[in-house]
């Protein structure tokens, strides 16, 4: 069973539009990063969270990770060109952000 | 943000001969690096943890003889993978985590083809 989802899987939106793409852990987290990556490249760091109803933001992407630390969400505001690509989320499941257990994915397609 | 640089970024093989992959960390120290492989339209797997000064750890399902690992520095890690086969072409990432923050950086990619 996988352990961490992602939801949805992919999505398209309208340059300007607002989007959330999902995380789900089965299990309470130690910490939660975020990752972009465009197609065959390497993963760009973009968040990371660790206590229970921490929020982040970083320009127009915002990163929450609720009170049980099982849920994740990313929240892009006025989507862009520039924010296509793949989203993964990352869990801390050991307390020393070591290993990393990634979701699936989520695909990003921003339509002009 | 941490840089850390991934060499050769694209390595074309004949199957049987072995593939060195080097991962840097370019401007931080690294204790801790982690290969990672991702086949296409999957999520990466780690593959094993690299620890200066000491041997990798290595995942179930990875084998330690095939893809050997090597920490010999701070600020080197390197991926050999061994009498390469066809099955073996993927996408090879490495990640460094920054000792003050926790943070994680990923090396942009090598990929791997095996004929």
């Known amino acids: 069973s996988q352990e961490l989802e992602q939801s949805p899987q992919s999505l398209i939106v309208q340059e300007g539009k607002n989007l959330t793409i999902n995380c789900t852990s089965s299990?309470?987290?130690?910490?939660l990063y975020w990752y972009k990556q465009k197609y065959g490249e390497g993963l760009i760091f973009l968040m990371m969270?660790?206590?229970?109803?921490e929020e982040k933001s970083h320009e127009k992407i915002t990163a929450k990770l609720d009170e049980k630390k099982q849920q994740s969400s990313l929240h892009i505001t006025a989507s862009q060109p520039s924010h296509a690509g793949i989203y993964l989320c990352?869990?801390?499941?050991?307390?020393?952000?070591?290993?990393?257990?990634f979701g699936t994915g989520t695909r990003l397609q921003v339509t002009l | 943000g941490a840089v850390v640089s991934q060499h050769p970024s694209r390595v074309i093989c004949k199957s049987g001969t072995s593939v060195k992959i080097e991962c840097r960390s370019l401007?931080?120290?690294?204790?801790?690096m982690f290969w990672y492989r991702q086949f296409p339209k999957q999520s990466l797997m780690l593959m094993a943890t690299?620890?200066?000064?000491?041997?990798?750890?290595?995942e179930q399902g990875v084998e330690k003889d095939k893809f050997l690992i090597n920490h010999a520095s701070l600020t080197l890690s390197t991926l050999t993978v061994t009498s390469a086969h066809p099955e073996d072409s993927s996408f090879y990432i490495c990640?460094?985590?920054?000792?003050?923050?926790?943070?994680?950086?990923f090396g942009p990619g090598t990929r791997l083809t095996v004929l």
């Open positions: 990640s460094a985590r920054e000792i003050q923050n926790n943070e994680q950086f």
């Open positions: 299990k309470t987290l130690y910490g």
């Open positions: 969270l660790q206590k229970g109803g």
């Open positions: 990352g869990a801390d499941r050991t307390g020393t952000a070591s290993k990393l257990t």
């Open positions: 401007d931080f120290q690294a204790t801790t």
């Open positions: 690299s620890n200066e000064g000491s041997k990798a750890t290595y």
